[in-house]
């Protein structure tokens, strides 16, 4: 076990046993004394989250998630929450004991370490006193399928007993933090934009749809009464019949990822319904979206009520407030703001659209990275291997930092699966279906890695999976010569969200069926690969350059329509369809010369399917790589990216229709709509990395 955590041990508190637990809080406390004020630095880690608090004040929440295999433990210095004399530690625990996009099943656990001067003062162990806290209800209602359970929070009971804790069985070696702490700001408090009163439509629903279908009536602002200690508001006699409460809309101004903070004062025990999003469109939060939940249930007993929610980060911009009492008392509502620590580098383009684009494009990027780079902060929070390729790269330019992508791209290989040599469809998730193409741009990203940075040493870590990887890929090449569809339940042959590249067919296990883009994507993880080969494995080069170039070979025998000019993307198809297979072929270096100028025509020529945001560095980059068509994709860019700030992004969407796409539960801050400020950097400043 790490030399820090010697005298610590794995704990887990006696009050389910240590088996199947699933969406659970606890609380963990023990005391320590120090003499002066030196630093004082604790190590902490838990499984699934921990919240730290010294002598009552927050310290510091957020490990750094990983597999229940590979646990990673934090450095936080409490030494300004400390005090000569005897000090109080006190660690929540939140154990989801499910799997998810963002984490996966795992034996829950707690394990810290207080040390000053060399010497520990404090140390987890079977003594150490713990509790279940039930104040968190025992409810299992999920935010969506990807960020895990909802909470629900009743601030009238009290903690059960504390008691002696047991030893868990978790591993014991710890790896540190690959990255920086998060930044915890204080408290952004909202701007209230609308207030008034609701009247519910059916009290057995679930909140969120409570929520969402209640009849709302404006007050006037002349009816909140401000002052110091904050909002004031009261039903009058004619509302009390009429009304089950008050509601209040809060706008955090753009889009926010941080944690849910409020202050507020009822004359009664009092249910509240608060609900977050970054839509507002039909004048409330959509807290109801389909099967998604964005409502959480907080119970207030009479008086004040002081609630900061650690254990799970909201992207939102909204707050909306469903309060069931007469009157209420609000002294602050907002998030802290969790920022991780960058330095932003600025745009490289003189013209003042550019840098709107650029800075909005950075800010989307900033929003998707906290603990590793998520697709949104706002309905998913995941890591996914095309999103992620994207943020990288923009992040390369935007941010000249290595340690971040590193540490995600570390991640991902964690997730192999050995059943089909592909990697999970999220990390640290566990889903019941992967993405075939996106563990192909698995090993674009790392060789990127490898060029952008100059650290060879990632590679050579990670080269059995890289290895597995690309040696499962050239195994399922058939006498074709190409590589048939991944079959089955668990497998999910998307591309992007355009009308045939959804991957919604599913095959059975034994059916073959052959598409130009996977293909295309897997010659270029092979090449990718063989280019990695050259300083880990000399003698594998051949092999897998080789198998990257036949498969390019028959992926355009087998898809070019030669009356066309362009790749059919099904075989089978009796056309060609989407402007993203042209796309890849022309960046993948799969189209023979002679072919080049139809297959550039046709994709120019608006007739097949057009790429959807995401795509378009594939697109602009099979262009610009040769020098071609650089006025007009940054004319494009313009209209294209320009749109959204003409309808007030602050924040690029996740495709064009913004929140009205996927059931209006569009997204309106993706990681993989920053591509300008890739292109950017590389096509239209100088290079500042030489590659």
């Not at 004048?283 to 979206?289: D, N």
């Not at 969790?338 to 900033?366: A, E, F, S, W």
Request: proline fraction near 5%; charged fraction near 25%.
């Amino acid at each position: 076990m790490n030399q820090i955590f010697e005298k610590a041990a794995w704990i887990m508190a006696d009050t389910d046993g240590q088996t199947n637990i699933e969406h659970r809080y606890y609380l963990y406390k023990t005391s320590f004394d120090i003499t002066d004020g030196s630093p004082v630095t604790l190590y902490i880690s838990a499984f699934s989250q921990y919240a730290a608090f010294v002598n009552g004040v927050f310290a510091d929440t957020g490990v750094f998630e990983d597999y229940d295999f590979h646990p990673v433990y934090d450095e936080i210095d409490i030494t300004r929450f400390c005090i000569p004399g005897t000090n109080e530690l006190t660690v929540g625990q939140y154990v989801c004991g499910a799997d998810f996009s963002t984490r996966s099943k795992g034996t829950p656990g707690v394990i810290f370490t207080v040390v000053q001067n060399g010497k520990t003062v404090a140390a987890s162990s079977p003594e150490t006193l713990s509790a279940h806290d039930a104040r968190y209800l025992d409810t299992h209602e999920k935010i969506t399928g990807q960020l895990g359970f909802n909470f629900e929070f009743d601030a009238r009971v009290a903690p059960q007993p504390f008691r002696n804790s047991l030893l868990a069985d978790k591993p014991r070696t710890l790896s540190p933090r690959p990255i920086e702490k998060l930044k915890i700001g204080a408290c952004i408090g909202a701007k209230l934009t609308a207030q008034g009163i609701f009247r519910e439509k059916d009290a057995s629903k679930p909140k969120a749809e409570r929520m969402y279908t209640a009849f709302l009536s404006a007050k006037p602002f002349d009816t909140v009464k401000r002052d110091a200690d904050g909002l004031h508001m009261a039903l009058n006699s004619a509302e009390k019949s009429a009304a089950d409460g008050l509601y209040f809309l809060y706008d955090l101004g753009g889009e926010t990822a941080g944690l849910l903070s409020f202050s507020l004062e009822v004359p009664e025990d009092t249910e509240i319904l608060v609900g977050y999003g970054e839509h507002c469109e039909d004048m409330r939060v959509r807290s109801m979206l389909g099967s998604r939940n964005f409502c959480f249930r907080f119970f207030a007993k009479k008086g004040k009520n002081d609630f900061f929610y650690p254990y799970q980060r909201l992207g939102l911009r909204y707050l909306q407030l469903h309060i069931y009492a007469k009157a209420v008392t609000l002294h602050t509502v907002g998030v802290c703001p969790t920022d991780y620590p960058l330095t932003v580098y600025p745009c490289p383009m003189p013209d003042g659209l550019h840098k709107r684009i650029y800075n909005v494009g950075v800010k989307t990027l900033q929003m998707c990275m906290h603990e590793h780079y998520e697709d949104c902060p706002w309905r998913e929070q995941s890591l996914y291997g095309m999103d992620s390729r994207i943020q990288i790269l923009c992040g390369y330019y935007a941010f000249h930092e290595f340690r971040f992508p590193r540490a995600s791209l570390a991640l991902m290989a964690r997730s192999f699966r050995e059943r089909d040599a592909l990697l999970e469809l999220c990390a640290p998730g566990r889903e019941p279906i992967t993405i075939p193409s996106f563990t192909a741009v698995f090993l674009r990203e790392v060789y990127e890695y490898q060029c952008y940075s100059g650290d060879k040493t990632l590679a050579a870590e990670l080269f059995p999976t890289l290895r597995a990887i690309a040696d499962g890929f050239v195994k399922r090449i058939d006498e074709t010569g190409l590589i048939p569809l991944y079959t089955g339940a668990e497998h999910w042959n998307f591309y992007e969200w355009r009308d045939g590249l959804e991957g919604n067919e599913r095959y059975a296990d034994g059916e073959t069926v052959y598409e130009a883009p996977l293909c295309a994507f897997v010659a270029d993880a092979l090449e990718c690969f063989a280019a990695l080969c050259e300083t880990a494995e000399p003698k594998l080069v051949a092999r897998f350059s080789d198998a990257a170039a036949q498969l390019k070979e028959a992926t355009h025998r087998a898809f070019f329509d030669e009356i066309r000019g362009a790749y059919r993307t099904r075989l089978g198809d009796r056309v060609p369809r989407h402007d993203l297979t042209q796309a890849l072929m022309l960046y993948t270096d799969s189209v023979p010369a002679s072919y080049i100028p139809a297959v550039e025509k046709a994709l120019v020529s608006g007739e097949l399917i057009p790429v959807s945001l995401s795509m378009t560095i594939f697109e602009y980059e099979a262009f610009l790589k040769r020098g071609r068509r650089k006025n007009e994709i940054l004319a494009e860019i313009e209209t294209r990216w320009g749109a959204m700030l003409n309808q007030g992004a602050d924040t690029f969407w996740e495709t064009d229709k913004g929140a009205e796409d996927f059931g209006r539960a569009g997204s309106l801050c993706h990681g993989w709509s920053a591509v300008p400020v890739y292109i950017f950097g590389k096509y239209y400043a100088a290079d500042i990395y030489g590659v």
